[in-house]
């Protein structure tokens, strides 16, 4: 009659002998898929000029469902610009006027353009923070 340690010991080594068939068959199973994926994406790549990137080891832990979202909704109308914003588009524009007279006479301009520049860089920080 077999003990329990007797059991035990058979029990280890056909739990040992499963774990190592089934990973041997889990690397043969990746193989086979990491195959196939690099096959289809050099099909995508060859066939319709479609570039898609190897999913991360990250990325497959956490795969969510992918959903069918509807059509996405019109952005609201922009706000209204404010007092500050319009009146530097107005500096901008009668700074380009200057600009261009001074071009048109032969002047030098590079400072009326980096004055420009400036305008330019200071509205679009106006415009994005309001």
Not at 5 to 21: G, P, V
Not at 45 to 63: H, I, N, W
Request: proline share 8%; aromatic share 4%; glycine share 4%.
């Amino acid at each position: 009659m077999p003990t329990t340690l007797d059991q035990y010991r058979d029990a280890k080594n056909s739990y040992l002998k499963l774990k190592n068939q089934a990973k041997k068959e889990l690397l043969a199973r990746f193989h086979e898929l990491s195959n196939e994926l690099f096959q289809v994406q050099r099909e995508l790549l060859e066939d319709f000029g479609e570039k898609v990137a190897m999913p991360s080891g990250k990325g497959l832990k956490k795969t969510k469902p992918v959903k069918k979202t509807a059509p996405a909704p019109e952005p609201p109308a922009p706000a209204a610009p404010s007092p500050e914003v319009i009146a530097l588009a107005r500096q901008i524009e009668k700074q380009r006027a200057k600009v261009e007279q001074a071009k048109a006479a032969g002047k030098p301009t590079k400072a009326l353009e980096d004055r420009l520049y400036e305008l330019e860089d200071a509205h679009r920080l106006k415009a994005a923070n309001s």
